[in-house]
């Protein structure tokens, strides 16, 4: 049986269609998904993201430990910051991709992907070995509300005692909200700007409902995961299991740049990593602009038009909202991936043309 988060009374009081996700009941939608989609666009969603998992590692060596846990470099995240980064398998294979937060010196805030929240923190603990650090699974000790669009700023304004005109994006600070305490960072996954609240879980509903009552009149509405995903696929960011899996690297996705090598310790994966930057990837992610109204969708084969050969796979796809088009992303040979090339999508047995664009798709205005 699926697990609910601290928010189920809530999501399914609005009506929410609620779906199994990575074994949590999760809100796909609440009425139209696009609705929800252009709402983010235009005013501000409210989301549930209680589902996410989060790894407290602390201690004098806490920032050594992680930086030769992960890709990046944790050491170098300023007190109060974050920064994106992924764990790697011995042979660059991505395990997960994480935003990890420094609260203090000695104290950061890994976020996880849900459905490898539980494999992140074991791996963590398995490489903090050696080093003066703890690693704590602090999943079950908080509850993840986001408020993400162009009129965010205004209702956590009106809702928490941040100043959060002088908050940076990602960049993360404690603040009360409704009379809780709680973590309030500049982040998010839709290519708007936006907050993540973190609190406890019997918090949830008072933070929720308080984000909901200053954001009303400005255009906020509770959004689902679907609308979560055409936001980021729109704006080019990867998906764990989709873009990044434990068969690519971060190198096919466009993100070698997280990787840093040299680090004193070095880290998991780096011999690996190293070779394929040295070689460059077989492929590539590119974003994709398909004609007509049939959109493509993961798993599907992209084809040479030339040669009629399948070269490419789908990793996600969908009608965008924003755009009017359907569009997605895909893994294709290095030599088919500037933009304007054509390709054909096979969409469940026809050929659907398609043109290579640079990612994202959109992108908010400044």
């Given at each position: 049986m699926a697990r609910e988060t601290p928010l189920a009374a809530v999501h399914r009081a609005l009506g929410a269609k609620l779906v199994d996700f990575a074994g949590w009941a999760m809100p796909v939608r609440y009425g139209s998904e696009t609705a929800e989609h252009l709402a983010v666009r235009t005013a501000a969603?409210?989301?549930?993201?209680?589902?996410?998992?989060?790894?407290?590692?602390?201690?004098?060596?806490?920032?050594?430990?992680?930086?030769?846990?992960?890709?990046?470099r944790a050491s170098a995240i300023g007190v109060g910051r974050a920064r994106y980064s992924m764990l790697c398998a011995e042979d660059g294979g991505v395990l997960d991709d994480l935003v990890v937060y420094r609260?203090?010196?000695?104290?950061f805030f890994v976020v996880a992907n849900a459905a490898n929240a539980d494999a992140v923190a074991a791996e963590l603990t398995s490489r903090a070995a050696g080093f003066d650090a703890e690693v704590h699974d602090a999943s079950a000790e908080w509850a993840l509300v986001a408020v993400q669009g162009p009129r965010s700023a205004e209702v956590l304004?009106?809702?928490?005692?941040?100043?959060?005109?002088?908050?940076?994006?990602?960049?993360v600070v404690e603040a009360r909200l409704a009379g809780h305490e709680v973590l309030l960072a500049r982040t998010g996954y839709t290519g708007e700007d936006g907050f993540?609240?973190?609190?406890?879980?019997?918090?949830?509903?008072?933070?929720?409902?308080?984000?909901?009552?200053?954001?009303?009149?400005?255009?906020l509405v509770p959004a689902g995961l679907s609308c979560r995903d055409t936001l980021r696929l729109e704006a080019g960011m990867?998906?764990?299991?989709?873009?990044?899996?434990?068969?690519?690297?971060p190198f096919e996705a466009g993100l070698g740049r997280v990787v840093v090598f040299g680090k004193p310790d070095g880290f998991v994966g780096e011999q690996a990593l190293a070779r394929r930057r040295d070689e460059g990837p077989a492929a590539v992610l590119v974003g994709l602009v398909a004609e007509g109204k049939r959109s493509p969708r993961a798993g599907q084969a992209v084809v040479d038009?030339?040669?009629?050969?399948?070269?490419?796979?789908?990793?996600?796809?969908?009608?965008?909202?924003?755009?009017g088009s359907p569009i997605a992303m895909a893994h294709v040979p290095v030599a088919l991936a500037e933009p304007g090339t054509r390709l054909e999508v096979d969409v469940r047995g026809s050929r659907v043309p398609a043109q290579v664009v640079a990612l994202p798709f959109y992108t908010r205005a400044s």
């Amino acid at each position: 049986m699926a697990r609910e988060t601290p928010l189920a009374a809530v999501h399914r009081a609005l009506g929410a269609k609620l779906v199994d996700f990575a074994g949590w009941a999760m809100p796909v939608r609440y009425g139209s998904e696009t609705a929800e989609h252009l709402a983010v666009r235009t005013a501000a969603g409210l989301f549930d993201l209680s589902h996410m998992g989060e790894v407290v590692v602390s201690g004098p060596e806490a920032a050594r430990a992680l930086d030769r846990a992960l890709v990046g470099r944790a050491s170098a995240i300023g007190v109060g910051r974050a920064r994106y980064s992924m764990l790697c398998a011995e042979d660059g294979g991505v395990l997960d991709d994480l935003v990890v937060y420094r609260l203090d010196q000695d104290r950061f805030f890994v976020v996880a992907n849900a459905a490898n929240a539980d494999a992140v923190a074991a791996e963590l603990t398995s490489r903090a070995a050696g080093f003066d650090a703890e690693v704590h699974d602090a999943s079950a000790e908080w509850a993840l509300v986001a408020v993400q669009g162009p009129r965010s700023a205004e209702v956590l304004a009106a809702t928490s005692d941040a100043d959060v005109a002088a908050l940076r994006y990602y960049a993360v600070v404690e603040a009360r909200l409704a009379g809780h305490e709680v973590l309030l960072a500049r982040t998010g996954y839709t290519g708007e700007d936006g907050f993540e609240v973190y609190c406890g879980p019997d918090a949830a509903e008072d933070v929720w409902a308080a984000l909901a009552a200053a954001g009303g009149p400005l255009g906020l509405v509770p959004a689902g995961l679907s609308c979560r995903d055409t936001l980021r696929l729109e704006a080019g960011m990867p998906l764990y299991g989709h873009e990044l899996t434990r068969e690519t690297t971060p190198f096919e996705a466009g993100l070698g740049r997280v990787v840093v090598f040299g680090k004193p310790d070095g880290f998991v994966g780096e011999q690996a990593l190293a070779r394929r930057r040295d070689e460059g990837p077989a492929a590539v992610l590119v974003g994709l602009v398909a004609e007509g109204k049939r959109s493509p969708r993961a798993g599907q084969a992209v084809v040479d038009p030339t040669s009629g050969e399948a070269v490419g796979t789908v990793t996600s796809g969908s009608p965008s909202p924003s755009l009017g088009s359907p569009i997605a992303m895909a893994h294709v040979p290095v030599a088919l991936a500037e933009p304007g090339t054509r390709l054909e999508v096979d969409v469940r047995g026809s050929r659907v043309p398609a043109q290579v664009v640079a990612l994202p798709f959109y992108t908010r205005a400044s």
